[in-house]
């Protein structure tokens, strides 16, 4: 084992930050940066007039409409940790890419805006969570407006995602009572200065509880003793193996938006998140990040980061082993060796050559057309490692040229940007590959695919809808498949992997085929 390897990769930190729309995912990402020294100044999404955007939305229709549509990747250091930070998109409609990069991290942010509760988004986001076996950091946000009760917040958190929670820190009042947080380790008290807001570093004023007693409002601390009381009877005690094993998630109040709070937020990430973890191949290996083989996967790609160029830029999750400029790899899907060529560090677009990564670290490669997501990469021969798949789209379309001469550059357009995941493209079986069918699981994906061919490629186009709701890949009996083919009551479209897939436009059409094309089995979620 390598010792200095083993060093490297224990001081990676790899998480996400999960939330429901508007609860204050962007501003949050912009302040632990600030806060770790990562950029001088926060920039803003609140408007999308404002004169400043947050560093990690860099694409054109991000910055009009003040909204996260893709997932960036921001590297920096914090208290001697590496940390490397996924920021994923806001809105419901670009979710399949999130569930990407939950697939690329160790840990998670559930960022709550503490007037709502657990919402729908946020619900669904941590089921992926569990189901990858994620720890998660609870971030109770926007404590400077009036919201739920605390206790009746941890409650719901509890109840509605069958999660406990383990309040490290706690409030004093709330919104224009909103006074500041007890550390409930050392009974500190940070105070809250609403004045102090901005967007540069403001440090928290830290005082004992007993001097905070005539600072604050006696009936606000009394109420934060009371609650504290209950927290410590009924409440769940904070372990790391109970964090770590995704049972127990750590609980932090505060406002990213006035700074407050962000700070112990931030050190428990760089201290306490979940370090590198192993990872499963198809035929059940198990990878650990101190084995001394590299191997990674791609979980994204991304194409034009750098339009003068044309670029196309795959992000790899590195696994295990030690990641070096100018090594060659070899692809587990189909055994190609690939030069790892002039790879790049991110902070959202602004890229740094990397001479070196190890277990826990993002890296972007040039890919000149031959990775896909979900694709292996290893040192010393083929490996793969089990996929990330792709969900079922429920809207569906076509795209119609303006200018007929187009054609070759809508086509390189729209299958570089199914490659990256932001629509899916389903073909006429035996026709060549021209007018395919579109597919997406929310209708701003199809906004944001009609923006960037017209910004990237110089392409325009008007999108048709299709009267499809439902996609499912078809498996099971060969003659399954030969009889929906068969059937004139069907469409029967492949994907650009070659799977065959059934487009519908009810439910009553999938149990129709399940009763009728014997030995069919009809899937939401890709085979792999």
Same mark, same amino acid.
């Given at each position: 084992?390598?010792?200095?390897?083993?060093?490297?990769?224990?001081?990676?930190?790899?998480?996400?930050?999960?939330?429901?729309?508007?609860?204050?995912?962007?501003?949050?990402?912009?302040?632990?940066?600030?806060?770790?020294?990562?950029?001088?100044?926060?920039?803003?999404?609140?408007?999308?007039?404002?004169?400043?955007?947050?560093?990690?939305?860099?694409?054109?229709?991000?910055?009009?409409?003040?909204?996260?549509?893709?997932?960036?990747?921001?590297?920096?250091?914090?208290?001697?940790?590496?940390?490397?930070?996924?920021?994923?998109?806001?809105?419901?409609?670009?979710?399949?890419?999130?569930?990407?990069?939950?697939?690329?991290?160790?840990?998670?942010?559930?960022?709550?805006?503490?007037?709502?509760?657990?919402?729908?988004?946020?619900?669904?986001?941590?089921?992926?969570?569990?189901?990858?076996?994620?720890?998660?950091?609870?971030?109770?946000?926007?404590?400077?407006?009036?919201?739920?009760?605390?206790?009746?917040?941890?409650?719901?958190?509890?109840?509605?995602?069958?999660?406990?929670?383990?309040?490290?820190?706690?409030?004093?009042?709330?919104?224009?009572?909103?006074?500041?947080?007890?550390?409930?380790?050392?009974?500190?008290?940070?105070?809250?200065?609403?004045?102090?807001?901005?967007?540069?570093?403001?440090?928290?004023?830290?005082?004992?509880?007993?001097?905070?007693?005539?600072?604050?409002?006696?009936?606000?601390?009394?109420?934060?003793?009371?609650?504290?009381?209950?927290?410590?009877?009924?409440?769940?005690?904070?372990?790391?193996?109970?964090?770590?094993?995704?049972?127990?998630?750590?609980?932090?109040?505060?406002? %990213?938006?006035?700074? *407050? =709070?962000?700070?112990? /937020?931030?050190?428990? +990430?760089?201290?306490? @998140?979940?370090?590198? &973890?192993?990872?499963?191949?198809?035929?059940?290996?198990?990878?650990?990040?101190?084995?001394?083989?590299?191997?990674?996967?791609?979980?994204?790609?991304?194409?034009?980061?750098?339009?003068?160029?044309?670029?196309?830029?795959?992000?790899?999750?590195?696994?295990?082993?030690?990641?070096?400029?100018?090594?060659?790899?070899?692809?587990?899907?189909?055994?190609?060796?690939?030069?790892?060529?002039?790879?790049?560090?991110?902070?959202?677009?602004?890229?740094?050559?990397?001479?070196?990564?190890?277990?826990?670290?993002?890296?972007?490669?040039?890919?000149?057309?031959?990775?896909?997501?979900?694709?292996?990469?290893?040192?010393?021969?083929?490996?793969?490692?089990?996929?990330?798949?792709?969900? %079922?789209?429920?809207? *569906? =379309?076509?795209?119609? /040229?303006?200018?007929? +001469?187009?054609?070759? @550059?809508?086509?390189? &357009?729209?299958?570089?940007?199914?490659?990256?995941?932001?629509?899916?493209?389903?073909?006429?079986?035996?026709?060549?590959?021209?007018?395919?069918?579109?597919?997406?699981?929310?209708?701003?994906?199809?906004?944001?695919?009609?923006?960037?061919?017209?910004?990237?490629?110089?392409?325009?186009?008007?999108?048709?809808?299709?009267?499809?709701?439902?996609?499912?890949?078809?498996?099971?009996?060969?003659?399954?498949?030969?009889?929906?083919?068969?059937?004139?009551?069907?469409?029967?479209?492949?994907?650009?992997?070659?799977?065959?897939?059934?487009?519908?436009?009810?439910?009553?059409?999938?149990?129709?085929?399940?009763?009728?094309?014997?030995?069919?089995?009809?899937?939401?979620?890709?085979?792999?």
């Amino acid at each position: 084992m390598d010792l200095a390897q083993d060093r490297e990769a224990a001081r990676r930190r790899a998480f996400a930050i999960i939330s429901h729309p508007d609860a204050g995912k962007t501003t949050l990402t912009e302040k632990l940066l600030l806060y770790a020294r990562a950029i001088h100044l926060a920039g803003s999404v609140k408007s999308r007039k404002a004169s400043k955007h947050a560093l990690s939305d860099w694409m054109a229709i991000e910055k009009e409409r003040g909204i996260s549509v893709t997932s960036s990747v921001l590297q920096f250091e914090h208290q001697g940790k590496v940390l490397n930070l996924l920021d994923t998109p806001g809105h419901a409609d670009f979710s399949e890419d999130t569930y990407r990069v939950l697939a690329a991290v160790d840990s998670a942010v559930m960022l709550m805006d503490h007037s709502k509760g657990v919402e729908a988004r946020t619900k669904k986001l941590f089921e992926v969570c569990r189901l990858r076996k994620v720890p998660v950091i609870t971030f109770m946000n926007k404590l400077d407006r009036a919201g739920l009760e605390p206790l009746a917040l941890v409650d719901d958190v509890s109840q509605q995602l069958n999660l406990k929670v383990a309040p490290l820190n706690w409030p004093i009042g709330m919104g224009r009572e909103f006074r500041g947080v007890i550390d409930l380790a050392t009974k500190d008290v940070l105070l809250f200065e609403a004045e102090a807001h901005g967007t540069q570093v403001i440090e928290a004023k830290r005082v004992s509880f007993e001097e905070a007693k005539t600072l604050v409002e006696p009936h606000l601390m009394a109420r934060a003793e009371e609650e504290l009381e209950l927290v410590a009877m009924a409440g769940e005690q904070w372990s790391v193996e109970g964090f770590l094993s995704g049972d127990l998630s750590p609980c932090f109040w505060g406002s %990213a938006m006035t700074n *407050f =709070g962000v700070e112990p /937020l931030l050190e428990f +990430l760089a201290l306490q @998140a979940a370090p590198p &973890g192993p990872r499963a191949t198809e035929d059940g290996t198990v990878i650990q990040p101190k084995d001394e083989r590299f191997s990674g996967f791609i979980f994204k790609i991304q194409a034009n980061m750098n339009p003068k160029h044309r670029d196309r830029i795959a992000f790899l999750r590195v696994v295990s082993g030690h990641f070096e400029r100018d090594m060659d790899v070899v692809i587990g899907r189909n055994q190609q060796t690939m030069r790892m060529a002039n790879p790049h560090s991110f902070m959202a677009q602004e890229r740094s050559l990397l001479e070196s990564a190890y277990p826990g670290d993002i890296v972007g490669i040039h890919d000149p057309g031959k990775l896909r997501v979900g694709d292996t990469l290893a040192a010393g021969g083929p490996m793969r490692f089990a996929g990330i798949p792709r969900f %079922a789209p429920e809207h *569906f =379309g076509m795209l119609r /040229l303006s200018d007929p +001469l187009k054609r070759k @550059a809508m086509d390189t &357009g729209i299958e570089q940007l199914a490659h990256e995941g932001v629509i899916q493209l389903f073909y006429r079986i035996g026709v060549d590959r021209t007018n395919p069918y579109l597919g997406a699981v929310g209708l701003l994906q199809f906004e944001v695919l009609k923006e960037r061919l017209k910004h990237e490629y110089g392409v325009e186009a008007k999108f048709e809808a299709l009267p499809f709701k439902l996609a499912r890949w078809i498996g099971g009996a060969p003659e399954a498949l030969t009889w929906l083919k068969g059937s004139s009551s069907f469409t029967v479209m492949e994907d650009r992997n070659g799977h065959p897939v059934l487009l519908c436009d009810s439910d009553w059409w999938i149990n129709y085929a399940k009763q009728n094309a014997k030995g069919v089995e009809l899937y939401d979620i890709e085979p792999l």
